[in-house]
């Protein structure tokens, strides 16, 4: 699943950027990255949504906005490619390079905010909560709008992301800095890896050889690439994995546990509990408590 570098044409003789509402089967399944920020506000759709390092369920609602070059996908939930033309998923698609308003718009003092939300946005930012659903509607209408009317639009929920309150920072600084310097293909190789190899079994030796370098070497790489070792981006694939499977399935907690690589289970629960402050029994309740 190595990422595909995707050419984007956001501006054009009518339109300095590009937004659009759609209705789709699914939102686009392949790693990639380009040179644009993407805003992708997500009304209607459930699954996990990779950006850089950091795997996580997302669902209704859910508001991210991503710097230029770092990989990134929402693979929706396995009920959404079976067909049915009932389930579909409503997002709000908006995309701009860096200097869409001019070389010197973002420079004046009254953008201070906007730049400062990009500058966080090379990690990948997600507004929750209720700002994330009024923020959201905000892009909605920048959609159905034209002229100056869609750009002032667009400003104006720019403006009110970068003043949000409930956010997070998503990829690590070290993944993101690795993008930075020229280093894109080493890491995308291990994480594409890890993220197709999760179920099983494999060792750091395994991980070493792939990146070229002998293991003492590699876990300095990882290290300062993800300020994280190894065994915790492992473990972070492999925990994200066993949320979409407690969520959309049916199956025991052991069986989640094997088939995302874990063969002891007391460590699963361990694992699991510490990644995300729940037992996975508290996550999958927690989850059907919200569907309710």
Not at 17 to 28: D, K, S
Not at 217 to 236: D, P
Request: proline share 3%.
């Amino acid at each position: 699943m190595k990422p595909i570098f995707l050419e984007k044409d956001t501006q054009a003789g009518e339109h300095s950027f590009f937004a659009r509402y759609a209705e789709v089967p699914h939102t686009y399944n392949q790693f990639h990255f380009h040179k644009e920020y993407e805003l992708l506000y997500n009304i209607e759709n459930n699954g996990t949504r990779f950006i850089g390092d950091s795997i996580r369920r997302f669902g209704n609602h859910d508001l991210v906005l991503v710097g230029p070059n770092i990989p990134h996908y929402w693979q929706s939930d396995d009920q959404y490619f079976m067909g049915d033309p009932n389930i579909k998923a409503r997002v709000v698609l908006v995309q701009f390079v860096d200097n869409f308003l001019g070389e010197k718009f973002l420079n004046a003092p009254e953008m201070a905010l906007i730049r400062n939300l990009l500058d966080r946005a090379a990690q990948g930012i997600q507004i929750r909560g209720e700002e994330a659903r009024a923020i959201g509607e905000k892009f909605y209408q920048v959609t159905q709008l034209n002229g100056w009317k869609k750009l002032l639009t667009l400003i104006e929920a720019l403006c009110m992301m970068s003043e949000a309150k409930d956010y997070i920072l998503l990829a690590s600084r070290g993944f993101c800095e690795s993008h930075k310097v020229g280093n894109e293909e080493r890491i995308s190789t291990i994480f594409n890896h890890i993220i197709k190899n999760h179920q099983r079994e494999f060792k750091l030796e395994e991980a070493a050889e792939l990146a070229n370098m002998n293991t003492s070497a590699f876990c300095r790489y990882i290290k300062k690439t993800t300020s994280k070792t190894f065994s915790e981006v492992l473990n972070e694939v492999r925990i994200g994995f066993a949320c979409k499977m407690l969520i959309n399935t049916n199956k025991s907690i052991s069986e989640i546990a094997y088939e995302c690589g874990y063969m002891n289970i007391p460590y699963f629960n361990r694992v699991f509990k510490r990644i995300k402050k729940l037992t996975p029994l508290e996550y999958r309740l927690k989850y059907l408590d919200k569907k309710k």
